[in-house]
């Protein structure tokens, strides 16, 4: 479908992004910034769902372009699914979990910069515990998508942005359990709707060797990043644009994933994904 | 000659007139005629283009420089005066903390006289259109006159030129239009309805001279957007009918121009009618219902997060809330603790065991609380890698989300 995923994101019909957390208990490693790999996702995801709560604001109002997901998987127990929040972008904005102060700078209009107080909501707080029940989430997120399909079949394709920084594992065989997650993604991705079928971008928090948006499996060289690949979407003509924007070179046949993501290609992922929030509302 | 004047407006689907940021504005006394749209993404969009509109058709000497520093004035003042108030959001605060302005497209007309000549004259910026229509066209394509800024090949999309409300930061540059009066019409629209009109040409003339009055109009850009030739935003028409009559002076003939902020009363109040109808028909159902509790209803519930046992204990302690606060809270919707509560209102004991027992189970993941600290330290003394080689052995109830999908899905 050549105009697939293209489907502008409204409060007639409104978009669906899907968060999918792992909180296994490698996420308590030190990543950047002084923070863990957990905290740093939390924070992104923070900053993500407030920007988007700030594109689709008209001053006073919220409008509900899109509903979010945010799935976590470890965390509570070994091999939880949790929904951790699961909203209208309204909702989120008329209830954060707590505020916290910070000091930006911003341009003054005359060519300098002032210091303002600017209060950020938290939506998620970090957490780090078990093992990486991938699997699992994807298919407590295929019933959600199959839900939300039922409830809205006109609208915008649902967008999943995985963040792990690991391999699926349950206490068995990570062979299994990537068989397992591989399996289940692809019956996401073949799930059709009238704008195209949803769509998995997948990002990996580490610090090997990066690998992004890769057009074919023998290009990559662990394990890592042929998995990834496996689990995630190509990249639609209608993202593509979204991908120059945040310096990803999507070529045609490009898979929305980054392997061993450093903190800024992190940051450029999720605004990718995320994208539909900003770039695709009428 | 003599002019006739038709305007209406609509928001896009599922949005209230209340949420419409397009606005227009005409003045007789000044024989001008404006129409904008503020842009969606920018920081109090409908106010900016109100005082645009308003502003530019109420001017008498007219001084662009000053009129954009009146107009930055007066939406300033308004949007402090929202920002001021108690009740102000957090988003509303930071937004502008961080100086975000209102931005919007601007279309103004006006009629002027010059040694005993009638001529007009428009200036254009951004996505809104001005189109004229000669009173004997006959070829469309050449004899329509056709005012914006946007470059030709024409692409409507969500990043038009616009006028700021703070500062110079405005974008593109303004295209203007002059020529003598004559007979025909004036067409300002905004983006989407010119987007159509562009792509309709002759048969957009025919489509609009059946409108009559603001429900014709809304029932066209309802089969229009349905149709997918109308695109789903806000939309806002004026048109300024000229008639020759040899006449020297101009005559407002007729007017039927609809007016967004009455619009917005009316909806409200139906929206007021609305619910009160439909609290009383809960309230009737709910006291029909409240004598024997079904037991599939009983089945249906499930556990749900952040319930307290005092909450739940005070809720089953408590013999009923009031009728009419429960059909409030149906109708108008609740936080999800008062759901709860309510939720087990009407549980057995035995289900509110059950509820208990998975509060047990769900604690452990709240967020930001204390974590299981063995598994904690053991994953943190082994990379990712480690993982698989983690003694921990699964928890078998653990499977399940803790939260079934329904829960979620209720809330699509």
Not at chain 1, 182 to 201: C, Q, R, W
Request: with cysteine; net charge negative.
């Amino acid at each position: 479908m050549s105009n697939s995923n293209s489907k502008q994101w409204s409060s007639a019909t409104p978009g669906y992004i899907i968060f999918l957390v792992d909180q296994s208990g490698s996420m308590n490693e030190t990543y950047a910034e002084g923070k863990t790999r957990s905290e740093f996702t939390a924070l992104v995801i923070n900053r993500t769902i407030n920007e988007l709560i700030n594109t689709n604001m008209d001053g006073e109002k919220v409008k509900d372009r899109v509903f979010i997901s945010m799935i976590g998987y470890g965390g509570s127990s070994s091999l939880a699914v949790d929904d951790i929040r699961s909203d209208y972008l309204s909702s989120f904005a008329d209830n954060p979990l707590r505020m916290e102060q910070l000091k930006k700078k911003v341009s003054d209009g005359a060519g300098g910069l002032i210091e303002i107080d600017e209060q950020m909501p938290i939506f998620i707080e970090p957490t780090a515990n078990g093992l990486t029940p991938m699997a699992d989430a994807f298919s407590f997120t295929k019933e959600l998508i199959e839900g939300w399909l039922q409830k809205k079949p006109d609208n915008p394709a649902p967008i999943i942005i995985n963040i792990s920084d690991g391999l699926p594992y349950t206490g068995d065989s990570i062979d299994t359990a990537m068989n397992n997650a591989i399996s289940v993604s692809k019956e996401i991705m073949n799930i059709n709707s009238a704008d195209g079928n949803p769509l998995i971008f997948n990002c990996h928090l580490g610090e090997g060797k990066t690998h992004s948006f890769n057009e074919n499996e023998s290009e990559l060289s662990d394990d890592q990043a042929k998995f990834l690949f496996k689990v995630s979407s190509k990249v639609p003509e209608s993202y593509k644009q979204a991908a120059v924007k945040q310096d990803f070179k999507a070529k045609p046949e490009s898979r929305g994933f980054v392997s061993n993501a450093e903190p800024e290609l992190f940051i450029q992922f999720i605004n990718f994904g995320s994208s539909g929030g900003s770039d695709k509302i009428a | 000659m003599q002019i006739s004047i038709k305007g209406y407006i609509t928001s896009k689907e599922s949005e209230l007139f209340y949420d419409c940021a397009d606005r227009y504005a005409y003045d007789k006394s000044q024989n001008k005629f404006a129409i904008s749209d503020g842009v969606s993404k920018s920081f109090f969009p409908k106010i900016w283009a109100d005082v645009l509109v308003n502003k530019w058709v109420n001017s008498k000497e007219f001084d662009e420089a000053q009129f954009i520093i009146d107009c930055q004035n007066n939406w300033l003042e308004q949007v402090t005066e929202i920002v001021n108030k108690p009740d102000a959001k957090w988003f509303t605060k930071n937004a502008f903390n961080r100086k975000e302005s209102g931005l919007a497209t601007f279309v103004g007309l006006r009629f002027y006289k010059k040694k005993k000549e009638w001529f007009w004259k428009a200036d254009a910026l951004g996505d809104s259109f001005l189109f004229f229509v000669p009173k004997k066209i006959k070829d469309f394509s050449k004899e329509c006159l056709v005012l914006s800024s946007k470059k030709e090949p024409i692409v409507f999309d969500n990043f038009p030129d616009y006028l700021s409300g703070l500062g110079n930061n405005h974008k593109g540059e303004k295209q203007i239009m002059e020529s003598p009066l004559t007979s025909g019409t004036f067409y300002l629209m905004t983006d989407a309805l010119a987007e159509w009109f562009l792509n309709e040409k002759e048969n957009a003339i025919s489509k609009i001279s059946v409108w009559e009055n603001q429900k014709d109009f809304e029932r066209f850009v309802n089969e229009e957007r349905h149709n997918e030739k109308l695109g789903n935003d806000d939309t806002a028409f004026l048109s300024i009918k000229i008639e020759e009559d040899k006449k020297d002076q101009l005559t407002y003939v007729s007017e039927d121009v609809s007016n967004i902020n009455e619009l917005v009363k009316v909806q409200q109040k139906e929206i007021e009618v609305a619910e009160k109808a439909k609290e009383k028909e809960l309230i009737l159902k709910q006291e029909n219902s409240d004598s024997e509790i079904s037991a599939e209803q009983t089945q249906q519930i499930e556990p749900v997060e952040n319930i307290l046992p005092e909450e739940v204990e005070t809720e089953i302690a408590k013999p009923k809330k009031g009728i009419i606060e429960k059909g409030k809270e149906l109708l108008f919707g609740k936080k999800e603790k008062e759901q709860s509560a309510e939720q087990v209102e009407i549980e057995t004991d035995e289900k509110i065991e059950a509820t208990e027992e998975y509060q047990e189970e769900k604690e452990p993941s709240t967020q930001g609380e204390e974590k299981n600290s063995e598994i904690q330290k053991s994953e943190k003394n082994e990379s990712k890698k480690s993982e698989p080689n983690s003694n921990k052995e699964p928890e078998p109830n653990a499977k399940t989300p803790n939260k079934p999908s329904q829960n979620i899905t209720d809330k699509f």
